[in-house]
């Protein structure tokens, strides 16, 4: 474990289902991020968070919704997702951001939309 | 958008071989850093180089940074059967604080 915590690993959900992605980390860093991954594609920058104030918001469309009630806790809830949505979603943390500081992901959740 | 572009694509070496992947990126960074993902997991964090720094070692790696080409390698030497995974480098631009862009990544395959 990297002592960033990602539940759930898998995820299958329909197009009109709304569910929940949640990341966890005990490392005292108070940044953290999503970002998504998909095929062939660089890693996106979805969002960040600096000290639980959002950061970042990389163009995404509102159909994810993230959520930071502590410097501890991130959540992208997801709603009416998009085939294309479906992707492994990777939370990381680290010190703030613009510090010469490593992130730590989380091992992911991979994320089918049928 | 995209900071970072890594080359080859995918490389495929013999256990023992050393192992070369190359980073080419856009703007003027503050630094520079490699990941490395297994199969389907999360990125591991291997090593950091400052923009004011040309090389830097960890145990069987070694980075290089050309801040004057906007380039930086990754060497892995006497690569092992357990050095297979996908190989990413990432930057934050200059200047301002920034967060990780990383690029396509390079995969690569050790053959015992």
């Known amino acids: 474990e990297t002592g960033v915590t990602q539940t759930p690993r898998h995820l299958v959900m329909g197009m009109t289902n709304k569910k929940s992605l949640k990341c966890e980390q005990h490392?005292?860093?108070?940044?953290m991020y999503w970002y998504k991954q998909s095929a062939k594609k660089p890693l996106e920058l979805m969002f960040v968070?600096?000290?639980?104030?959002?950061?970042e918001n990389n163009s995404v469309p509102s159909r994810f919704s993230p959520e930071c009630p502590n410097s501890s806790h991130l959540f992208l809830h997801l709603h009416t997702l998009q085939p294309e949505d479906s992707a492994l979603y990777l939370c990381?943390?680290?010190?703030?951001?613009?510090?010469?500081?490593?992130?730590?992901f989380g091992s992911g959740t991979r994320l089918t939309v049928v | 958008s995209q900071q970072g572009e890594e080359d080859p694509q995918a490389l495929s070496i013999q256990e023992g071989e050393n192992a070369t992947m190359n980073c080419s990126y856009k703007?003027?960074?503050?630094?520079l850093q490699w990941y490395r993902q297994n199969s389907g997991r999360g990125l591991v964090h291997l090593i950091l180089?400052?923009?004011?720094?040309r090389e830097k070692h960890s145990g069987r790696l070694r980075v290089t940074l050309d801040t004057s080409k906007k380039s930086s390698s990754l060497l892995i030497t006497a690569s092992r059967a357990a050095d297979t995974a996908s190989y990413f480098c990432?930057?934050?631009?200059?200047?301002?604080?920034?967060?990780?862009?990383f690029g396509k990544g390079t995969r690569l395959s050790v053959i015992a």
């Open positions: 968070y600096n000290f639980k104030e959002q950061t």
């Open positions: 990432a930057t934050d631009e200059r200047p301002g604080n920034t967060p990780l862009v």
């Open positions: 703007t003027s960074i503050n630094n």
């Open positions: 180089i400052r923009s004011n720094e």
């Open positions: 490392l005292g860093h108070n940044a």
């Open positions: 990381a943390s680290s010190h703030p951001v613009g510090k010469y500081y490593g992130y730590t």
